[in-house]
């Protein structure tokens, strides 16, 4: 019950055990012509898009080295450690500054439309959902905004896409990257990436080579090809979790997501937990739940998984020992929700958290 | 038969079918740790290693980016389309020259001996084994000028490295790339690099984000860990197929892809074929062989393929159309080696290639 990497379906890990595949022959066209739709369904975008053999930060890379020039000022929002990431990034390959908001709040759009105006940025950078915090940011409004001050706008939905709306080409999102071991329930090691139309226009060489975006959207779309080996396993596996995604349908994916969204937040609430970030920002595919005093994360959560075989993440940077994060996104089902909430209301009382025994798991099948 | 993507055993292709595993969790590290172990041994080296998820070429890029400064000069000796690549990469991140050399000839060290004394090198790229054209260049007495010269020595050793002689500590290599679909025989998609003690103290993060190196063999050393999201199958088929070589041992896999070079050349030469490249510098992981004059590569291959399911590789480049390449590195067998021949002189034959029959498969079988 991760942040991802997310339960697998079999069929995706079997699909990894295909034997040895000539990458440049017609059988692995044919893997590149479905992972390509794969993903344009999934991004929902009638724009170009790309597989990158990598993480999500390869895929974050990619758009940065290949949209941005040394020189070219970046608006990055900042509100946790992977929006952090993205200025990091920005550093090596432009000019960005930094716009900063607390941790778990929601962003205030009015002060970023005020930052635009006042600066002259070629590109904006934000974080769709905000992992490390479990915030979802406003990036339809941000979009907007972009499009009124002609910005780019340079999206991670690392966590989003396939688990969250996201509409880039409706919205004007120019970039959006995805990580396979994220929504669309696949194992960890490549990252998916939408351009819209004028980003690809503005697409250059000068910076990147392996994460050459252009070269590997050109590669995809006109030859059905990789410009360099690509990592066959995650291929076939990215190409089956498209499938299962296209066979349940995006929309009832989000749906789905968002029930299960619901249930984990009933069930902390239900056991006198408090989420960590404001509610009206919560995200549907990663929830973050404050410790109560008194329980220590080191071992709750070994007692979770030694217990009970459950694994959840810890809070990241600042926010280490204080928070626990659960993973709702992919193929995680409600029975997976229930054990969980189980499992750690058992453990919470071990530690000496009072609440009603069994509040968790009924709020959980509340939802069900 | 291909010079990689290569045969993979069920037992790694099986790794991969794990479930999900959390990439920052104990059992991970292990994995970690043992792919450490594992490309330490393959690399017979006790200088620093990585372990990067991305092909060769992400590996090539690494270790350029992170070693390579804008105005540094580089000596990039070129014989064929992937030492080509090496000064495509040099040309982003530092300032190469090239020295070229025939395609399928030897490279003249002299000629390299008198470029590194009239040049002011901070480095010299070289290809250990040219894949496009069948080639072993001579990196052992090209590694002892780079040290009579105070020259960094970068080479890639996507397809000698587990398969063909190679000792960087001992000739003084500087850096050193594998790639996981090669002679270590797993999956592609994943990159080992080596670099020396005194690489590793001038490694810099001016220029990398994702391929940072130092991150990389920063975070595998200390903490068993990735710097970015790794992809997991390619770590789990990758330890597993290098503990497959360990159990065969490096100095026995060797041996047996030298014998199965030999038996590959005996074959061609059986059949009145040329191979490529001078027999003096002639792969012992690929083997490149002229087309006999009236056989029409794709036709040739579509027929080896659909008649006979055997896949090998064309020429690339100026090579296109005009040689074959056999890959018998990793866990290809004698067997292997023997169906191919079979059936490429049937094939022949079928094309109106006058050859004594069955002599090829003779000449397999003399040196099995």
Chains 1, 2 share one sequence.
């Not at 440049?24 to 739709?37: I, L, T």
């Not at 990619?62 to 949209?67: C, F, N």
């Not at 608006?75 to 929006?83: A, E, Y």
């Not at 002060?111 to 339809?140: F, I």
């Amino acid at each position: 019950m991760l942040a991802g990497p997310v339960k697998v379906d079999p069929r995706v890990l079997q699909a990894m055990t295909r034997s040895v595949i000539n990458h440049r022959g017609a059988e692995f066209r044919k893997v590149n012509a479905d992972v390509r739709e794969g993903l344009r369904y999934v991004f929902q975008t009638g724009g170009e898009v790309a597989a990158i053999s990598g993480s999500g930060t390869a895929g974050l890379e990619a758009v940065t080295s290949s949209l941005l020039r040394q020189g070219d000022r970046v608006l990055t929002l900042v509100n946790g450690k992977f929006s952090e990431r993205a200025y990091d990034l920005a550093k090596l390959f432009a000019e960005p500054t930094q716009l900063e908001f607390p941790w778990g709040k929601p962003m205030d759009v009015a002060k970023v439309a005020a930052a635009l105006e006042a600066g002259d940025y070629r590109a904006l950078a934000v974080c769709h959902n905000e992992t490390s915090t479990g915030v979802t940011n406003p990036l339809k409004e941000i979009a907007a905004l972009c499009r009124k001050h002609d910005v780019l706008c340079l999206a991670d939905g690392i966590t989003s896409v396939g688990g969250i709306e996201c509409r880039p080409d409706e919205w004007g999102v120019d970039a959006l990257v995805l990580g396979s071991q994220k929504c669309i329930a696949a194992p960890a090691g490549l990252a998916g990436v939408m351009v819209s139309r004028r980003a690809y226009e503005q697409l250059h060489k000068e910076s990147a080579y392996y994460l050459d975006l252009k070269a590997h959207i050109d590669a995809l779309r006109d030859d059905e090809d990789t410009p360099y080996t690509p990592s066959i396993p995650l291929f076939l596996a990215v190409r089956e979790a498209l499938r299962l995604l296209r066979e349940e349908g995006l929309e009832n994916r989000i749906a789905r997501t968002t029930k299960l969204a619901g249930a984990c937040r009933a069930a902390a609430k239900s056991l006198g937990l408090r989420l960590y970030p404001d509610e009206s920002v919560a995200s549907n595919t990663v929830s973050a739940v404050s410790y109560p005093p008194g329980i220590d994360d080191s071992t709750f959560r070994k007692k979770l998984l030694a217990e009970h075989g459950v694994v959840i993440a810890g809070g990241q940077a600042q926010l280490k020992g204080k928070i626990f994060r659960i993973g709702h996104m992919g193929i995680c089902s409600m029975d997976d929700m229930r054990a969980t909430w189980a499992a750690i209301e058992t453990v919470l009382a071990d530690l000496g958290h009072a609440a009603p025994r069994g509040a968790a798991v009924e709020a959980v099948e509340a939802h069900a």
